[in-house]
Structure formats: C-alpha cells, structure tokens
C-alpha cells in the first residue's frame, strides 16, 4: 500500500466496543494500518448549532469531548495493541449515523468496525436495535459488524453476490474488497466463495454450513423503508451466526453529510509504535 489504510472502529458504550477492537487489531497488524476510534455523542446536539455564538454551548461540547476522550483512552488501554497506531476522534452531532458520515467523508477509511455484542456466542440469534439498522442504511463506507466470536486461522468469506438484488458495480466492489483484504493480509483470510442465494433463510443455512466467519452482502437502498427487500436484510443479519461486512451500494449517497451540525476533536498521534 502506498499510504495506512485506516480502520474506523465506531464505539458504542452500549456494548461491543472491544470486540470491534480486537477484529480492528488483528486486521491491522496484517494490514499495517491505523486504527482510529471514533465516539460520537447525540445527547448534546443542540449546543452544536449554538456553539458559534454562545461561550456556555462551547464549554458544553468541550466537557463532553473530555468524557468521550476519557472513555476511548480506558477502551485503548483495555487491549494488548502496543504495536498499533491507535487515534482517537470525539464528534457531537444529531446521530451517530450522520456523524460516522461525516467522519467517513474526511478520513476515507477502507473499513468501519461496529460490534454489536460482547463475546456473542456462533449459536445464538441477534434483536437488531431499529438505530443500528437505519445506520446500516446510511453508512458511505463498507462496514463490518462484529459479533465478538473469534475468527478461524484462516478466517473464511462467503460473498452473497445475488442477496438485496446489488447493481453491477455494487457486486465488482464486493468482490474487489474481498481480494484486497485476502491479498493485502498475505492471504490470511481463505479464498472467498460466491453464493447466489436470495432467500434469508437459505443463505443463512448455507453460511453456517460452510462455517463461514464473514458474509459479505449489499447494502439496501437507503430510500427503502418497509419494503420486502429490506424486511429480508434484517432476517438475514438478525439470523446468522457470524460477522457481515456490508458494502455500500453504488453510487454512495453522501448528501446526508451537507444536512446538520457536526463537531470533532481528533488526535492523530494518540499512540504511536
């Protein structure tokens, strides 16, 4: 690689910050890539708009910066990643779905990194808040969602090439991020095996036949609501037993970045090797 790759690990103090973590570091220690991890608070968006104009909304956003600090400094400290180039970036904005975006829009990083629980067990069923949904819809960049289960050695990638009816373009993009990540991690990862089920359910068997450690699949349209296809998608996810990395469809739609009030602190030198 010509210049880091960046990994954007999205932390959520609700739960699955350091499993999303540990995947972020073991891909990085292949990839030679940086970790940025990135908290953003929601409670306090309205001193985002006032900030501008008023000293109190300004010390407002600066308190909970320092707490957003404090709990990614706690979460870097709680792996062994001495090795690692770890960044931090705090943001208040509206959403954390509208702050990721216009986070993702300055940084570019080849993956965001979510967990959605703590050690999840292969075996067992996810209730998928409807926020972790909608941000699925939303997110411009691929997104991993982490379940916490330890990878295989050599972890395996199914590509659900026919899943949510994915363009052209949006396929090659799978396909193209798949054989980066097998060949920028000197192949680590096994050779991806293409599915062309469209059927939640029998894509889900089949992935847990195959063992499967990363299903690969299209996002749905972000102008989908209630609609059969994305009723489909939130089985899938909700059902399978392993991690999904979720590609954007093409051409991402990042206008819901010119929409709000977004502010960030970052520190690009947090922890260097």
């Not at 949006?170 to 060949?183: A, G, V």
Request: hydrophobic share 40%; net charge negative.
């Amino acid at each position: 690689m010509d210049a880091a790759a960046t990994l954007l690990v999205l932390v959520d103090r609700g739960g699955g910050a350091q499993a999303a973590l540990q995947k972020a570091s073991a891909l990085a220690r292949y990839l030679g890539a940086v970790i940025e991890l990135f908290s953003c608070d929601t409670e306090h968006a309205g001193a985002v708009r006032r900030c501008d104009a008023d000293a109190s909304s300004r010390r407002i956003i600066e308190e909970c910066f320092d707490d957003s600090e404090r709990y990614l400094e706690a979460l870097s400290g709680s792996v062994a990643a001495r090795d690692l180039d770890i960044r931090h970036c705090v943001a208040c904005a509206a959403s954390v779905a509208e702050g990721l975006a216009a986070r993702v829009e300055a940084l570019t990083p080849l993956l965001v990194i979510r967990g959605i629980v703590e050690g999840g067990e292969r075996g067992s069923r996810l209730l998928l808040r409807p926020e972790l949904v909608q941000l699925v819809k939303q997110v411009t960049a691929p997104i991993l969602l982490t379940r916490g289960s330890p990878w295989a050695p050599s972890p395996r990638i199914v590509v659900a090439n026919d899943f949510n009816a994915p363009d052209g373009v949006t396929q090659s993009q799978m396909l193209e991020l798949t054989h980066r990540l097998r060949r920028e991690c000197h192949e680590w990862f096994s050779e991806p095996e293409l599915d062309d089920a469209t059927d939640p359910s029998a894509l889900c068997e089949r992935v847990g036949r195959r063992q499967a450690d990363i299903l690969v699949l299209a996002a749905p349209e972000a102008s989908q609501h209630a609609s059969t296809r994305v009723s489909q998608f939130e089985a899938l996810l909700s059902s399978i037993t392993c991690d999904a990395l979720i590609v954007p469809r093409s051409p991402v739609d990042s206008s819901i970045v010119a929409r709000f009030s977004f502010a960030f602190r970052s520190n690009p030198s947090h922890r260097q090797p």
